[in-house]
C-alpha cells in the first residue's frame, strides 16, 4: 500500500479571513493536504524507518566520513537561548553565541595553521567558492589580472572544477602517477603565468597521502599562483598535519564531516575558510571579533577586501555551534585519536579485505583514512560491477561505499570507515565483502538483483529521467 | 576514549593484524617535517561539562520577544516537526545517492517538492539550496543559461539589502552585471521602468519588498513579459498561504521562483542553518540547480523514488554542473515538510492571516505615539517601517532592556537609509499583551530620550 | 545475528580509585558492558524499530485508550524547570509547577463531579488502592469495623480485585445480564452488614453504559457501603457524565488513558484519585493547597485522616504535567468532542464489523468508546481462536485489540478505536479484518501461523516459562 | 479540532454509516439526568500559547545547584539517553503482551533484568515497580508470602522516613506489623538487636542509611541469617558500582534487594515518574511482584522475548496475584537501561567515585566553617549530615538566594531529627567550584543570621 500524506485531505472549510491586502494580490485556493498531527508523526516516522543512518548502520562511505555524531553536540547547539537568537540581535545580547564562534574561529585556525577564519561558508563547495573567489580578488588587488585558469587533479571532488568555474576561472586537469602522487612533470608543464592556483586535498581523494607537497607548493608558488586545499579529508591528519604548513594559502573545512556534525540525509553543513595571512583581508564576511564580553560581528567597512557575503546571514551557526561543542569535548588529545584511529580502521579493513582477494589500488601504500579497492576482476569473471557489490552490501544493512569516485580507478569502491566504528563492526563488514565476493562467482544474479530486503527492490533511476515526475 | 569503541586489546590485535608496530606508524608516510601538533587547543572535557558551560553560554542574555524580521521569523514551530526530523534515521542519514536505503528522504523530499510546486504555483521544485539569497543568485546564474546572450540581471532596490550583497560577491566573478531599478521614494514600491534593457536576461521581483510592503506583481510581471524579460520571483512561503502565487503573476506567470524556508518551521538560531527553496517553469529543468527526486518503480513494479537528473550535477557534470552545490540543507527541509505538513492549508492561511492581523495591529498602535511615523502607506503582510524620532538602533538597544527586540534599523541593512527608520515585525506568537507591551515600552524609552 | 549489547565489551583496566570507603564493604568486580556511545545508540535505535507503537501503528486495543499523546505535552512537561527540581525543592522556588499541579487537581474535580483530588497514585492499580483504603479508613472513622467484603463485577478489570485484597479485603463478584448491565437481583442479595464498598466502571469493561447506575448507587448506599469508580474507561463520557453525579463516592483517572499521556512500553501512567466531600479527608499525601503566588504541599499534620503516603514522593510528577498540558490545550469544549469521537469511532467500527458478519456482543446496545466482538462462530468452523486474528491483524501493521477480556465473552476481541483515528484508518481496518474473515474460513493456518511478516514468528511462551531464562 | 482528525464531511459520513443523527445521539442511553457539561474548565488554547505559559512558568525559578539527596539525586543524563528514550517507538508503545509487535521493547526489558541482577549479585529481577519505596512495600508483602506464618517486618530506623511512611499506609491494611529498629544515637549505624522476633520474617537492610552513611551489612546480614530471618536489602543503584552487591552480603547473601532507579538516567522531575527495581533469589520467581520478560524462540527456532509467568499477575490471577500493579514505569527503565549501557561498567564506577569523592571533600570543607559540626564519624557514599548552628530549613532558604539547594533538613523528613540537621548530598556534577560556592554562600548566610 502506498502511504502519502497527499491522502490526508480531511477538508474543513476555511475560516474567512480578514485582511487588509487589496483582493487582486490574494490567492483563492491553496492546494495542499490538511492531515491531523497523528497522521503527519505516523507518516514520516514510518518514513524515516526506510532510511539507512548512521544511528542504525555502518557507512563506509568515502570521502563522506560518515561518523558518529554526538548527540549532545545537537543538545547544546539547539538550546533555545541559542535557537531563539534572531540574526539581527545586537552584540550586546548575544554574548555566549558569539563567544562560541570566536572560540571556534581560533581553534580552527589552530588546526589548519592558518592565520585567520571565516565561518560563513554553508558547505564544502561554497568553502571551495570562497577560497577560489579570494584568490582572484588577491591576484586583481595585485594588478595579475591574466591568472584565469586554476588546476585540480583529475582524481578531485567534483565541487572543485565546479567552484572554479563559478568563481569564473577555466579548469585545467592534471593526472596522477600509478602510485598516487602528483605528476609533477605535468604540473611544471600546465603552470604559466595564466594559472591563479591550484586545487588540490592531501590526503588526496585516492585515499594516499601526497608526499611531494612541499615540492608541488614551491613549483606553484614560483610561479605565482596559489594552493588551495579541500578540507574534506581533514579527518586522515586531524591534529597531526595543518595544511599551512604544507603550503596551502587558504582551504575550507567540512565541519559535517571532520567535526562530526550530522548529515541530514544531505545537509546542511558548514565550509569554514581558513586562510594563511596574505589571503585574509579576503576571507568572506561576516566573522566573529574582539575579546571575552565584548565580541561582535566585524563591519562591512572594516573589511574592504573581503570578496563579500555569501548568504544572507553569517553561516550555518547550527553546525558550527556542534563543531564548537566537539572541539571542546575532544580537546586536542581526543582530536589527535581521530585520526590515529580514522587510519587504524581504513588500514585494518584495506588488509583484510586484501588478504580476501580484492584488488586494493595503491596497495604498497599506507592506507590514510580511506583507501579504494576495484572489483574490475569480478566484472570480468561474472559481469558483476561496483554498483552490483554495493547494492548487495545494503541486503547486509551496511551502507554501500562510495562507487566509481574517483573516476580513475574503474569499478572502484572508495572505502572510509571512520574512528567511530568498533573492531566488531569491521569484522562483520569483512565476513560480508567475503561472502559476497564468493557470491559475485558464484550467483553473480545475487548481486545484479540486490537489494532484497530492504523496503523497495531495485529502483529504475532510467524511467526516473524518462518519465520526470517530481512533484504532485 | 570518547566516541572512539576500540580498546587497548583491540587496538593491538589490529595493529598486529596489519603489521604496523604502533599507531604513530601509520603516518610514517608524512615527511616528518609536516607532523606538528595542536596543544594549544583546549582540554577536553566530559558530556556533562560541556553541556554545563553550554547551557551557562545560551542563558547569559534572557529571552527577548521577537520583532524582528528582515528575511527571518520568529514563528510557532509545533513540537513535532523536530520531534521528528531529529530522530536518527533523518539526522545521521546521508545524501539518498543510494536509493534504496533511502526511501524515506526520497520520499519526503518528493513531498517537499510537492508542497513548494502548490504553494509557488510552480511545476519544479528542488530539494533546496544554502538560503534564499544564494538561491537568488542560482536564479540569476539559471536565468543567464537560458539567455545565453544577456550579461546582466535587473535588481529592484526592493529587494533586501542583505541579499543585494550576495548577488554582488557571487554574480559579477562571472561577468554578470546588476542593474538597479529604483524603489519610488514616497510609497516605498518599485517604479515600473521606463528604459529599454536589451542586455538583461530578468528581471528580479520581490513580493514583499524591503520595507515589508507588497508590490503591484501582476503590472511588473506584465511590464517584463511584455520586454521579453525572464521572471525571478522572490517569495516568503508563508505569505504565500494569503498571496496570490507566483505562477499567476501577470499572464505567464514568474518563470523561477526563489524564497527563504525559513520561516517553514526552520529556529532562528542566529541565521542559519536554514534553507533556500527554487522552484520553475518544467521547461527549464536541465537548467535547474541542486537535487531533485523523481517518483519511479523498483524491479518489483511497485512505486519508489530516486535522486534524477544528475547528469545536471557537480559529481557528474563536474564544471559544467548547473551549479557547485554538493551538500545542501536536508535536515530543514525535513522540517519544513513536517512543518507544512502539521499545519497544513488551514494552519499555514491561519498563521499568515494571524501574522499579517497583528502586524496591522501593533501598526496602528506604535503610529499612535508621539513623534512616530509611518513613512509608507502601502499594504504589507506581517512587516512595516515606522519613522522614529530618534536614532532606530539606539531605541532599539534601549527596548532590549524591556524584554523586547524591536525589529531591524534599516541602517543596519543599508547605510544609505534613514537611520530614523525601524523595520518591525509580527508573527502569529505577537499576542495582544506583546503589542500592548512593546507600545509602551516604547513609548517610555522615546520618553527618556 | 542476533544483536545483544552483552557483547560490546571493549575491557578498558578501569582506572583505580581513590576512595573514603573500608575495603570490605566494596566490590571487586561490576559484571557489565562497556559499549561506545555509537553502539549504544545503533543498538536501542534498531530495537526501537521493532516495536509497534501509537506513532507508527494503529491500536485498537481495548480497555487500554491507545491514543494519540500529543508532542508538545512531552515538551513542556520535560523543560528544564521543571525536570531539574528535586522533590525537596521548598515551595518557594517551585511555584510554576505548584500552580499547574493545583489547577489540575480542580480541573480533575470539575470533571468527574468531586470534591477533592490527590494526584499521587502512580498508576490506576494504586489509584484503586488509595480509593479502597479510603473506604476502609471511612467505615473504621466510623467505628464500622465489619465491612470486610469487596463487590466486583465477574467482568471487572483484574487490577479491581487484586487491590481490593491488597487493602485487606476480601472480594465477592457479581454477575451482569445478558445486555450487559448488572444484576441487580445479584447485587441486592449480596449486599450486606460487611460488604464495604463496589468497584464498578461506567461504561463498564462490557463496552456499554451501565443504565441503572442511579438505582446501583442507591442500592449501595443503603445499605452503608461506597461505591468506588474506576476510572479506565472515562475516555467514553469525558465532560459529558460525571462519576460524582452517578452517585460514586470515589474514583481514580488514568491519566495515561484519557489524558493522553504516553504508554512508554508498560508506564509510567498516573492514577489521580478523586473524592466526595465524605472521602475528602482520607485522600492520599501529599496535595497541593494554597492560591496563586502562595502554593504548598500540604503537611502531614494537616491531613490527620489521610491514608498515607503511597510513595516516596508527590507522584508522577511529568506525567501529571503532560495530563495539565492536554486539558489547556483542548479545553471544556475540546474534551467533549474527545467522548463524542471516540463513541462515533467505536460506533462506526461496531456496525463495520457487523455487517462484515462479525458476532458483536450487545448488538443491541450503543456501543461507548469501545464493544466486544466474539469469533466464536470461526471458532467452530475452523478452529480460528481470537488470539491467531490478534496475530494476524499485526501482519498488516495493526496491533491486536484487547483479547479474552472480559473473559465473559468467549474468544472475545474488545475494540477501541480513540478518538484520534481518522475515518481512513477505521476503513483500512474494516478492510482489513474482512480480509481475515474471508482467510480464517479459507486458509486458517494462515491465522494459525501468523504473524509472518514482524521481526520475529509467534513467540513461543511455554518454553520461556519453562526455561524461564530471565537474565544473562 | 486539535488531535481529531475528522473533517465535517467524514463525520457526516460515519453518522450516515451508523444510521445516526447527530454526534450527541451517541449518547442516548444516558440517563439525560446524568448529562452535565464541563464549562468550568477554561477554554483550549493553541500550541504555541500553551508553550509560552509553560516556559514563563518553568522559568519563575532561576536554576539552583542542587545539593539535595535523601533518595533522589541531581546525576548528569547523556544526551543520548532520551534522545533514544522518547523515540515514538518506545515512548507510545503499549505494555508488550504482544510479542511479536514488542521485540524492541522486551530485549530493552531483558537486558534490564540482567544489568539489574548483574548489579545486585542477585539472579532474578522484575521488569519495576513504581518506586523505591514502594518497591520496598511490595518486597515486604513478597517475603510474608514466603513465610506465610509470619506476621512482622523489622525496619531500621535508618531507613528513609518517607520511605517508612510509605510501608505504613501500605502494610498494616493487611494485618501486617512494622516493628523498628534502633540506630545508634552516636555513630548513626544500625544497633545490632539484641532481642528475638520470633514472629518476623525478614530485616530490612538499608545500605546506604537516611543519615548516608554505609552500614556494616556483612554483620547485620550475618545476624539475620543466623535468626532465620530473610534478608531485604535496599540500596542505590549507582552506589552498587561500587558497593560490595547484596548477592554477596553475609554468608548467605539478600534474598530480595529493592531500589529506587532515579540516579540511573531519570530526571528529578520533582519527584516522579522514578521507578522502583527488585531482584531476588530465583526460587523465589513464583512470588515476584511486577513483569517479566524471558529469552525464548519463535515458530522458526530464531531467538525471540516474551512477558513470562504472567499467572502471577492481576490481569490472571486476579485476587490472588502477588501484586496489583498493572502499569509500571517502562519507560523509564527503557531510559535506565540506555543510561546503564551508556556509561557502561567504567563510567558507572567512574560516576559514583566522583559522586563519592566530591562529597567527602565538601565534608571537610563544610565541616571547617564556625559552629558547622558532623554529627557522624562513619564512611560515606554521596551524603552526609551537617549539624548547623541554625536550623536547617532557613539556612536552606537563605541559600536559596545564592543559587544553591544546599541540602535536605533533616526535621523535613522526620519532625522528630535534630531541626539543625541538614543531609548533602553531591553527585558527580558537583565541581570543584560549586563546591567552593556553596562553602562560601553557607559562611555568608551564617554569618548574617
Ligand atoms: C573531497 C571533497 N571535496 C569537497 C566536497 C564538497 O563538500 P560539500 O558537500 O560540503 O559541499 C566533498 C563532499 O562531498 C568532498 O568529499
Ligand atoms: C478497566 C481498567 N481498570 C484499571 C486499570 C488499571 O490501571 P493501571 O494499568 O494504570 O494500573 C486498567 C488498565 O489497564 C483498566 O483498563
Redesign the pocket.
Known amino acids: 500500500m502506498e502511504e502519502t500524506i497527499f491522502a490526508c485531505q480531511h477538508e474543513e472549510t476555511p475560516a474567512e479571513l480578514e485582511l487588509a491586502i487589496p483582493a487582486h494580490l490574494l490567492r483563492d485556493d491553496l492546494p495542499l493536504p490538511n492531515p491531523s498531527e497523528l497522521e503527519v508523526l505516523r507518516h514520516y516516522t514510518r518514513l524515516s524507518q526506510k532510511n539507512f543512518s548512521i544511528d542504525t548502520n555502518f557507512y563506509p562511505l568515502g570521502?563522506?566520513?560518515m561518523k558518529y555524531n554526538p548527540r549532545i553536540a545537537h543538545e547544546v547547539a539547539t538550546l533555545p537561548g541559542f535557537s531563539r537568537l534572531h540574526p539581527a540581535t545586537p552584540a550586546v545580547a548575544a554574548q555566549g553565541l558569539l563567544r562560541n564562534l570566536a572560540e571556534l574561529q581560533g581553534w580552527l585556525a589552530e588546526l589548519t595553521g592558518m592565520a585567520a577564519v571565516s565561518l560563513s561558508p554553508a558547505?564544502?563547495?561554497?568553502?571551495?567558492l570562497a577560497g577560489v573567489a579570494m584568490i582572484r580578488a588577491y591576484h586583481q588587488a595585485r594588478g595579475d589580472t591574466q591568472r584565469q585558469r586554476m588546476l585540480i587533479p583529475q582524481a578531485?571532488?567534483g565541487?572543485?572544477p565546479a567552484s572554479a568555474r563559478m568563481a569564473g576561472f577555466t579548469v585545467t586537469e592534471l593526472p596522477n602517477l600509478p602510485n598516487g602522487d602528483l605528476d609533477l612533470d605535468a604540473l611544471r608543464a600546465a603552470l604559466g603565468p595564466d594559472v591563479a592556483g591550484i586545487m588540490l586535498?592531501n590526503p588526496s581523494?585516492l585515499g594516499v597521502f601526497e608526499r611531494q607537497i612541499q615540492e608541488v607548493a614551491a613549483l606553484v608558488h614560483g610561479a605565482g599562483a596559489l594552493l588551495y586545499y579541500?578540507?574534506?579529508?581533514l579527518n586522515a591528519i586531524l591534529g597531526r598535519v595543518k595544511p599551512g604548513e604544507m603550503g596551502f594559502d587558504v582551504m575550507?573545512l567540512?565541519l559535517?564531516?571532520t567535526f562530526a556534525t550530522p548529515h541530514g540525509g544531505g545537509?546542511p553543513?558548514?565550509?569554514a575558510v581558513a586562510a594563511a595571512s596574505r589571503l585574509a583581508p579576503y576571507l568572506p564576511v561576516p566573522r566573529v571579533v574582539g575579546e571575552a564580553g565584548s565580541y561582535r560581528w566585524e563591519s562591512h567597512a572594516e573589511r574592504p577586501e573581503s570578496i563579500g557575503q555569501l548568504s544572507a546571514y553569517a553561516g550555518n551557526i547550527g553546525v558550527l555551534l556542534r563543531a564548537h561543542a566537539y572541539v571542546r569535548r575532544l580537546g586536542h588529545a581526543g582530536l589527535r585519536r581521530v585520526s590515529a584511529y580514522a587510519a587504524l580502521n581504513a588500514n585494518y579493513l584495506m588488509h583484510g579485505l586484501r588478504r580476501q582477494g580484492y584488488t586494493v589500488a595503491f596497495a604498497e601504500r599506507r592506507a590514510t583514512h580511506e583507501f579504494i579497492i576495484s572489483v574490475q576482476d569480478l566484472h570480468k569473471a561474472s559481469a558483476v560491477r561496483a554498483l552490483d557489490v554495493a547494492k548487495r552490501l545494503l541486503d547486509f544493512g551496511i551502507h554501500a561505499p562510495t562507487i566509481y569516485f574517483p573516476q580513475l580507478v574503474p569499478e572502484c569502491l572508495l572505502i572510509e570507515p571512520t574512528e567511530t566504528e568498533s573492531k566488531a563492526s569491521l569484522d562483520r563488514f569483512l565476513e560480508v565483502m567475503a561472502q559476497i565476493r564468493r557470491e559475485a562467482l558464484e550467483e553473480p544474479e545475487l548481486l545484479r538483483n540486490a537489494p532484497h530486503d530492504l523496503p523497495v527492490r531495485r529502483v529504475d533511476e532510467t524511467l526516473a529521467a524518462r518519465r520526470l515526475q517530481v512533484a504532485e | 576514549m570518547p566516541y572512539i569503541p576500540h580498546d587497548n586489546a583491540e587496538t593491538a590485535a589490529m595493529l598486529e593484524a596489519i603489521r604496523v608496530p604502533r599507531l604513530e606508524d601509520l603516518f610514517d608516510e608524512i615527511p616528518p617535517a609536516l607532523q606538528s601538533d595542536v596543544s594549544a587547543l583546549p582540554e577536553g572535557c566530559s558530556e556533562a561539562r560541556l553541556r554545563r558551560e553550554m547551557e551557562e553560554r545560551a542563558a547569559e542574555q534572557a529571552p527577548l520577544r521577537c520583532f524582528a524580521g528582515a528575511g527571518a521569523y520568529a514563528h510557532h514551530i509545533p513540537a513535532i516537526v523536530w520531534e521528528i526530523a531529529r530522530r536518527g534515521e533523518f539526522y545521521s542519514a546521508y545524501t539518498p545517492y543510494q536509493a534504496e536505503a533511502s526511501q524515506g528522504t526520497l520520499q519526503l523530499l518528493y513531498e517537499f517538492q510537492s508542497f513548494m510546486t502548490r504553494l509557488t504555483g510552480m511545476e519544479i521544485s528542488n530539494a533546496s539550496l544554502y538560503d534564499g539569497a544564494s538561491a537568488l543568485a542560482e536564479a540569476c546564474l539559471m536565468a543567464l543559461r537560458l539567455r545565453p546572450a544577456a550579461r546582466e540581471i535587473l535588481v529592484p532596490e526592493g529587494l533586501l539589502p542583505h541579499w543585494r550583497r550576495v548577488l554582488d560577491a557571487l554574480l559579477p566573478m562571472q561577468g554578470i552585471r546588476l542593474r538597479s531599478l529604483p524603489q519610488d521614494p514616497h510609497s516605498g514600491r518599485l517604479l515600473l521602468p521606463e528604459e529599454n534593457f536589451p542586455e538583461a536576461a530578468a528581471l528580479i521581483l520581490p513580493q514583499i519588498n524591503r520595507f515589508g510592503l507588497l508590490e503591484e506583481v501582476d503590472a511588473l510581471a506584465h511590464w517584463a513579459e511584455s520586454h521579453n524579460l525572464l521572471r525571478i520571483a522572490v517569495v516568503n512561503p508563508l505569505a504565500l498561504a494569503l498571496l496570490k502565487a507566483p505562477g499567476d503573476w501577470g499572464e505567464q506567470g514568474a518563470d523561477i521562483v526563489v524564497g527563504e524556508g525559513q520561516p517553514l518551521g526552520v529556529p532562528l538560531a542566529a541565521g542559519g542553518p536554514y534553507f533556500g527553496f527554487l522552484t520553475c517553469r518544467r521547461d527549464y529543468v536541465r537548467q535547474l540547480p541542486g537535487r531533485l527526486v523523481a517518483k519511479t518503480v523498483d524491479a518489483a513494479g511497485q512505486v519508489a523514488y530516486c535522486l534524477t537528473l544528475q547528469a545536471r550535477e557537480q559529481?557528474i557534470r563536474r564544471a559544467g554542473a548547473t551549479s557547485?552545490?554538493?551538500?545542501n540543507q536536508g535536515l530543514l527541509v525535513t522540517a519544513a515538510t513536517i512543518h507544512l505538513a502539521t499545519l497544513g492549508a488551514n494552519g499555514l492561511r491561519a498563521a499568515a492571516a494571524r501574522a499579517h492581523q497583528q502586524a496591522q495591529r501593533l501598526r496602528a498602535l506604535l503610529a499612535r505615539l508621539p513623534g512616530v511615523e509611518l513613512p509608507h502607506a502601502g499594504p504589507v503582510f506581517n512587516e512595516f517601517v515606522l519613522r522614529l524620532p530618534r536614532p532606530a538602533p539606539s531605541v532599539r538597544d534601549g527596548l532590549l532592556a524591556h524584554g523586547f527586540l524591536a525589529g531591524v534599523p534599516l541602517i543596519e541593512l543599508n547605510p544609505a537609509d534613514d537611520p530614523h527608520d525601524l523595520l518591525v515585525a509580527c508573527t502569529e506568537l505577537s499576542e495582544d499583551e506583546d503589542l500592548d507591551g512593546y507600545a509602551s515600552a516604547l513609548a517610555g524609552v522615546l520618553g527618556e530620550m
Chains 1, 3 share one sequence.
Open positions: 570521502s563522506c566520513t558547505a564544502g563547495a561554497q568553502g571551495e578531485a571532488h565541487t572543485n586535498t581523494t579541500d578540507g574534506a579529508n575550507h567540512n559535517h564531516k545537509g553543513g558548514s565550509g | 559529481h557547485n552545490i554538493c551538500t
